[in-house]
């Protein structure tokens, strides 16, 4: 079974700074995607960025970027010059690409982590 | 907001009451998904439906029930809940169960279970 981890439960900024939130798994797999959500308080969850394993480039989304460690099993978000609206929980989620499997559409989340952004 | 909607947003309920969620996407998505999310736990998978069948029960107790009676309407109806049972409930919805589509949350019911 997958796993994904965040080991980060709480991260701060300042606003127009960069920050960096961290993301490992266990997989056995070789093909799967990876995600990081967004969740801001009492609003809906919302997907910030995707990256799938067989791409070597990292995503990139505006101010968002990952860097994809597939050895490492890791996936860090990069959020740069972060604004007030980025406060929010994130969590970072597996994606297995067997569409034969068991697991077929789902989506294994880590815990979270809290980014609070300071004025 | 993500065109996924979830009625109640805040539920507080009885042990022995029996009481439904309800989910409904204006996506024209074919899959949709019932997820659980406990404080300082990662999100669970509950329930995944495709075009109706469910595909998934990710070894959910019996006191959960879903339904799913069209593509556009999914509920959770609850029965004889526990206080561990309390939680931010998420519904989401996809083009379909297939890898490449990408989850729509819902905004959650808050449930407390008394």
């Known amino acids: 079974a997958q796993t994904v981890t965040q080991s980060q439960p709480e991260m701060s900024v300042q606003e127009a700074e960069t920050v960096t939130l961290s993301c490992t798994y266990d997989?056995?797999?070789?093909?799967?995607?990876l995600f990081w959500y967004k969740q801001p308080p009492s609003r809906q969850m919302i997907l910030v960025i995707r990256?799938?394993?067989?791409?070597?480039q990292n995503a990139t989304e505006n101010r968002f970027s990952v860097n994809f460690q597939k050895a490492a099993k890791s996936f860090s978000l990069k959020i740069s010059d972060s604004q007030l609206g980025d406060a929010a929980m994130y969590f970072c989620a597996y994606r297995s690409a067997n569409a034969g499997g068991t697991s077929y559409g789902k989506l294994t989340f880590g815990q979270g982590t809290i980014l609070t952004v300071h004025p | 907001e993500t065109g996924v909607t979830q009625t109640p947003r805040h539920l507080v309920m009885g042990m022995t009451n029996k009481k439904s969620l309800k989910c409904e996407q204006h996506?024209?998505?074919?899959?949709m998904y019932w997820y659980k999310q406990s404080a300082k736990k990662p999100l669970e998978l509950m329930f995944v439906y495709n075009f109706k069948e469910q595909t998934e029960n990710n070894s959910v107790p019996s006191r959960f029930s879903p339904e799913c009676p069209n593509s556009s309407h999914l509920f959770l109806h609850l029965h004889t809940l526990q206080p561990e049972d309390s939680a931010l409930y998420l519904c989401?919805?996809?083009?379909?169960?297939?890898?490449?589509?990408?989850?729509?949350f819902g905004p959650g019911t808050r449930l407390t279970v008394t």
């Open positions: 997989t056995s797999e070789s093909d799967y995607y």
């Open positions: 996506l024209g998505h074919n899959a």
């Open positions: 989401a919805s996809s083009q379909g169960a297939s890898l490449t589509y990408e989850q729509y």
């Open positions: 990256q799938e394993a067989y791409k070597q």
